[in-house]
Structure formats: C-alpha cells, structure tokens
C-alpha cells in the first residue's frame, strides 16, 4: 500500500509539472497572439491615417498597439543583433540620428529607426512596429531611438539602451520641461536605469558644461566624450554672439570660459577645479553658407576628414556625436565618411527643396540658441529671403516669450522683406520691430498657404527662401507643401 501511495503521489507530481508547462506553453501562444494582434491592428490604423491625411501625425498607431500589448515595444527591440541606441538632448536629435542612420545602412546594417522624429513613447513604439513582421519578429541589426527628454526615464523603464548619446541642454519649452536642471534630472535618472548593462556606453558632448557633468565621477559608467577644438566660421560677423544658458558648477560657481563655440559650450573651467574632460574624439571644423567640413581626430591617433552638405555650427556638433557614435560601433572612418556624404536630410532639418524652380530650405525652430544659430545662416547668405512661421500649440509651447531670447537682430541688415506667419504671426512681426527692422519690410500673412504662395512668388531665381517653422508649423507645412508641389509640377 505504501509503493501505490508513493507511485500515486509521483504521478501526481509529474502530472502537476506536465500542467505547469503546459500552462506556460499556453501564455506564451496566448501572448504571441496578443503580439501578433497588436502589430496587425497599428499597421491598419497606420494605413487608414495615411489615406485620411498623408501628412498626419505618427504616434496614434503607436498608442493602438500599447493599448493591446503594453509590453510590445521590449518584445520587439529585444529582438535586435547588435546595439540598441538612444539619442536624446534639447536641439539636433533627429539630425544626429539621421547621419548614424545613414553611416549604418550605408555599411550593409539594417535597423528599426523612429526617422520622422516622433520620440515619445507611442511615437517610437509606432517607428519598430512598422518595421516588424506581422509574425511579431523584428529581423535587423541594430535599433536607433531619438528621445525626448522627458520622456527618457519611460523609455529606460521598458528597454535598456547599449549606448545613450546626450546631445545637449539648452532652455526649451519651459511650460513642458521646467529649467534645465529639472531636464538633467530626468536625463541622470535614466543613465541609473540604464547603466547597470554590461556593455553600456554614455556619450556626451565634452563642450556642453551641463551634459558633460550629467553623473559623478565615481558612477562605474564608460563614458566617451567627443568635442570641438576649433571652428571657423566664414562670412560670419564674429561680433555676433548667441544667447547664454547659466551653467554652474557643481560648488555653486558660475564657469569661466576659454572660448566659447555657441551658448554655452565651449572649453569652461571652474576655480575649484572642474573643467571641460578632454574629449576622446575631437575635430577642427570650417562652417560654410552650404556646407561644412570636419577634421576628426581620436584618442587612438586615427585622423580624417568628412564633409557634410549641411549648413550651421549646429550640424557640425550633430556630425560629430553621430562621428563619435558609429566609432563605438566599431565602424571604420571611411565608411563613416561614405554615410555622413550619403545623408539624407529628414523633413525641415536643413532640408533643401524645389518650390516653382525656386531654391527653399527648411528649417525647424524651437528655442532661443537653436533659432540665433540658424539665423547666423541666414545672416551670412547675401541672397536669401526669409518666411518665419510661429505657433504656439502645446507641442510648441505655449510660451513665446523666447523670441525675445533669440537673437533676430542678427536679421537687422536683412536688405529683403521678411514675411511672418502662423498663429503667433503678430508677436514675431513685433519682436522683428524691436530687433530693428523696419516695419515696411515686415510682411504679416497669418494664413500659412498664402504667406508661402506669396514667399515663393517674390523670391528670384538666384536667391534662396528660407522657412524657419516651429514644430506644428512644421508638420502643417509638410501638408501644404504636398498641395503646392501638386500645383506647381
């Protein structure tokens, strides 16, 4: 009687354990469905908002599959062969990740990317569905995630990035963000999500005082800094200065400066000892109306020299954390100058286009540092005609005040007429007044279809129309452009 207990109490036991995997065996079918489920559904969603209105918005599809599957966007990612990178910082993310896009599929690499610059969570979570299988696979190499700042540590909570590049810190939005010590924060608190990975990797820009000191010293963390040694501007006013950020340092100084490249970057030091960290990979740099060329130099001793068709100091720190990037990937530098010349620009990024065989670009803006920077463009082309778009919708800001921060009296011997538009119109013709324009050469056209009819009609051939949008502005533009093209082709 004893061995049938013994027998009987055995069988129930391998039959408990058979139960049990078979149990598991049945969630993990049940989640895969769910998987499948969700990925079937945002790519239907994705396809009817695309027929409704090819210039919509990128994060509903987004939000449709985290709605079905929470956890669609780790399943997905985990997927990949290689790294797993995240690029976030106030100005030039989408740029930045653009030319590392570029310099990985120009190497053979294929990669799950959020192109268009949709970087919070639904947004991103969009980008790698549309590029997975309706089996719920994800077959690349690597994945690349532009973040928005704040929304950093959220992304850090379900994914864990190999590399998180930090661009810089610059006041933006400050109804949505708070002061920059607020951004840094949320910044340093997904660095210590992150860092515990084995092969982590932090790269920050050695010349942002803000960035460069995000964590402490005695972090375990591998951090690769990348910098600028010199630059030369031509045609450029060297009078001319950008608007500056207060960057303190840790002891509650203000720091001192060596030279300053724009805002507040540049080589910095402090009386108590902190000062910018060497950079691992550095350049000397000639900024030109078109374009510009770096001479990179590494820790290691490799030089070389890449060329970007993009105009502004701003594109050259962009090129260079992307340079600093596709080093740590282990990429070699010609291949790295094959895919930053191979670059193509995303919508309203330095974007060169036709408009009636009139030459155009696009350029978003934001903030007081990143506008003074492309108004520096503008300023040292003799031909160009300027139309500048300001809304104020919530992923604007709310607050315009920052157009007195930015330096439009740079547009003050600006011989054309410039013309204003969007919701804001009448505030930027009034920070144009004080900025010393004269008010006969100022030009208010509130609806943005008939302020670019009117731009493009009065730029000639030889000149060069420059559209300076904030962020909707920016995404209603892309619609109006498609109608336009219709029009004028």
Partial sequence: MVNIAKGFNNNKIKLAHLMNIIYKWQIKMNKKIVYKTSILMTKLSDLILKTINPAGGTSLPGMVARKISPDIL?????????ELISITGTNGKTTTSGFIASIIKNNGFTLAHNRKGANMLNGITAAIVKESSLNAT???????????????PKLTNEIKPDIILVTNLFRDQLDRYGELDTTAKKIREAINNTSSAKR??????????????????DKNINKIYYGLE?????????EVESPKEIASCACGQKFQYEKIFYGHLGFYYCSCGIKRPLPHIKAKAVVDTDCSTLDISTESGEVFSVKIDMPG???????LGAIATALELGIAPNDIAKGLSSYDTVFG??????????QAIIQL??????ATEVLRTVNIDPNSRLLIIINDNYADGRDVSWLWDANFELLSNHVNEIVVSGVRASDMAVRLKYAGIDPDRIKVIENMDKALDYSVKVTNNDEKLYILPTYTALLKLQGILRKYNKKSF
Avoid: H, M, W
């Avoid at 994800?138 to 950093?152: K, M, P, R, T």
């Avoid at 932090?202 to 803000?210: E, K």
């Avoid at 100091?313 to 090129?319: E, P, S, T, W």
């Fill in 74 to 82: 780790s399943y997905l990612v985990s997927q990949r062969k290689k």
């Fill in 138 to 152: 994800l077959d690349v190499d690597y994945c690349l995630l532009e973040s928005d700042e704040a929304y950093l």
């Fill in 200 to 217: 982590f990797k932090l790269l920050l820009n050695a010349d942002d005082p803000i960035v460069s000191n995000i964590t402490p010293d």
């Fill in 230 to 238: 010199e630059v030369i501007i031509k045609n450029s006013n060297e």
């Fill in 313 to 319: 100091l701003y594109n050259i720190y962009n090129a």
């Fill in 349 to 358: 990024r330095a974007e060169n286009i036709s408009l009636n065989g009139k």
């Fill in 365 to 370: 803006i934001k903030n007081p540092i990143g």
